[in-house]
Every structure is written in C-alpha cells, then in structure tokens.
C-alpha cells in the first residue's frame, strides 16, 4: 500500500443552525427532527417516515415525522458504563419484506461485557422474535469501559460486517487486536443469520475467530458498504492523533499498535512505525484527531454535487468532514460544519438528505438544500 495521504482540511467559520449555509457546491440548511435525546448513538428510518434512535442509556425511541417519541420495549440488556452500552442501529436491506432490525450493544456478561449483535421485529412499541447474531465469547469479555466500537454494515449480498474495539488493550505487541484468538480490535462479517460464511480468511487456521474478516483496528466507529464498487469504507480512533479512514480489505492487517501516526494521551511514543510491511496503511491520517464516529457513502438526489462522496462526523472535533473520493484516494476534503456538537453518527436514507445524530446536544438534524 501507499503512504496515508494528509490532506489539509479548509476552514470554516462558526453558524447558527438557522443559517443558510454554504460548502464549495452546495447550499444548505439545518433541520431538526428531534431534540431532548440522551446520548443517541444512531438512528434508522422506517418505512412508515418514523426514526429508530438508540440512546446509550439502554433505551430505544421511535421518532414521530412531528418530533414526538415513544419508547420501545423488549431492548436486550445493556451494560451502559463507560462508552458502551446500546450502540448501533440497522435495518436489514429487505426490512419491508422481513421486518429484521439489528442492534450493536454492550451485553453484560458476568463482571464484564462485550460487543454482541442482535436482531428482532418491531411490533407495535415493542421488539419481539429477538434473536443473537453475534453472542461474543464470555471468556473474553473484560470490565473495562473503552472501545466497543461498534457499527454495522450490510453488503446487499446477505452479509452483514460490523466493528469491534480493542477494548482500551496495552499500546503494545500484547493488545488483542493483532491476535486472532480474539475478536477484540476486529473488523467482522456473518451472513445476516449469524451464521459464518465459507469465504471468511481464516477459517480452518487453528485457535483464530472465525467472523473475522480483517485485524488491528483500534476502535472503528464508522463503517459503510459501498455496492457499486464492493468497497467496505471504515474510519477509526486513533489515540492522541492518528485517526484513519481505511479501505477494509479481506484478511487484512490494519496495524494497530505496530504502526499508527498517533502517541499515548501522555505524550509518550507507541511506536516509531506509521507504516509496516504487510500492513495496510490508512487511505487518510487525521492528525489533530477529529475523533471519528459516523461515516456515510451519500447516494442521494437532493445534492448531485455531494453524490459519491464520503461524509465523516467527528465527536470531540465537533466537525463534519467531505471527503471526495477518486476510485480509492481521497482527493479533497472540506469541514461541512463545525463548533455545532458532538456528531456520533452520519447517515443517508432513501430520501436522499443526509441526516446526522449529536451525541451532545442529543438530537437529529437532516441537511436539506438551501433554495
């Protein structure tokens, strides 16, 4: 692979949210679909125009096209401490035939937790015909607070990839990530029964999981499948500086502690290597972080100039980031918006706007074109 390409973000300055605003093509305003949500992780659209917006609590809403919420019942347990607890939300890319929903969470499991996958119907104001996708191993389920990950992605071929952090392991050749006896730090696909395809890489090595599909990914809170060009698109926290946007290859190793453009918190090194051979480099390397969560490919036809491009939401960063692509190299970005809240999620529905989840404030705005 090619060094990380660096790409100087352009500024922006700060907006009110009733503003008409302004990217180098489009135009564009800010509407609010709902407000007053604790901590929301990431939102679905039902085929009825309602949201699903999990909240990190534990707790899932049904959003009204009006803004009112309602809560829904039989959502699994939860061990919401820390930045786990529910994550993820996805409707299966046949929901209007077959109804399945999917849930990324936190399981507790014994004095610990780990990242699990499950499914259910919705009916009425409560989830029924819940089933596990993914039950992770109980043996490796820890008590720390740090790096769930988790997003899902389907590849509209009847598998679904989804995200696992490291967990908050060592900044050393001892974190799991780069072990595949451990799903931790993992990037995985299953076919959407949870069952595991014949395809993975490494099934029949000895000891290692057999989900995973690539490795070394310290906490990937952005994932989206591209299926115009079979493309899985991932971007990651990288600790203090170094966080990446990566094209998610099969079996591939994504370097994570042996190589990263980031130090420890502390300002101590984790590495001298921001590449090595065997090692997949990141397409982009943000250095200062943006703090990464959300990502989405938008397809839309409300802004034709956007269509194709990569949105990235940043939470500490509190920034929106376009990134153009040309086959795999990104070849421009822009902060969209900024200094407007923690941005936890990124999405494009079948209405063609883009809609985004803020962690704080907790609400969901689409972006709508400015006449």
């Known amino acids: 692979m090619k060094l990380a390409t660096i790409l100087l973000l352009l500024p922006m300055t700060v907006f009110a949210a009733s503003d008409v605003l302004t990217s180098s093509v489009h135009r564009f305003r800010v509407e609010t679909i709902a407000d007053g949500l604790d901590h929301p992780w990431a939102a679905a659209k039902l085929p009825d125009g309602c949201f699903l917006v999990t909240e990190r609590r534990g707790t899932l809403q049904r959003v009204a096209p009006d803004g009112t919420k309602t809560q829904i019942g039989g959502v699994p347990p939860v061990a919401a401490r820390g930045q786990g607890g529910l994550l993820d939300i996805a409707l299966h890319p046949d929901h209007a035939e077959n109804g399945w929903i999917y849930l990324a969470y936190s399981k507790p499991i014994g004095e610990g937790s780990l990242t699990a996958i499950a499914r259910a119907k919705l009916q009425d104001d409560r989830l029924t015909d819940r089933e596990m996708i993914f039950d992770p191993p109980a043996d490796q389920a820890t008590g720390s607070g740090l790096h769930f990950g988790c997003r899902m992605a389907f590849d509209g071929r009847g598998h679904i990839f989804f995200s696992i952090g490291d967990r908050g392991g060592p900044t050393n050749p001892e974190n799991l990530a780069q ?21 993975n890489p490494f099934i029949g090595q000895k000891g290692a999981m057999p989900s995973i599909w690539a490795y070394g990914s310290r906490n990937a809170q952005g994932l989206v499948y591209d299926t115009a060009t079979d493309r899985l698109w991932e971007t990651e926290h990288g600790p203090r500086g170094g966080d990446e946007l990566n094209l998610i290859r099969k079996g591939a190793n994504y370097g994570w502690p042996l190589a990263s453009h980031g130090i420890n918190y502390s300002g101590t ?22 703090a990464a969560s959300g990502l989405a490919l ?45 941005i936890r999620d990124v999405r494009e529905f079948d209405d063609g706007f883009l809609y985004l989840v803020y962690d704080e404030p907790g609400k969901v705005v689409r972006l709508v074109p400015a006449e």
């Open 298 to 342: 938008y397809r839309g036809d409300k802004f034709p100039r956007w269509r194709g491009n990569l949105f990235a939401g940043g939470l500490a960063s509190e920034k929106l980031v376009r990134l153009e692509l040309n086959g795999t190299a990104v070849t421009k970005q822009e902060i969209v918006l900024q200094d407007t809240g923690r």
């Open 179 to 199: 072990k595949l006896s451990s799903v931790t730090g993992k990037i995985h696909r299953l076919h959407d029964d949870g069952r595991v395809p014949d395809g």
């Open 269 to 290: 090194t984790i590495t001298e290597n921001q590449s090595l051979p065997g090692m997949e480099d990141p397409v982009v390397q943000w250095t200062p972080v943006i």
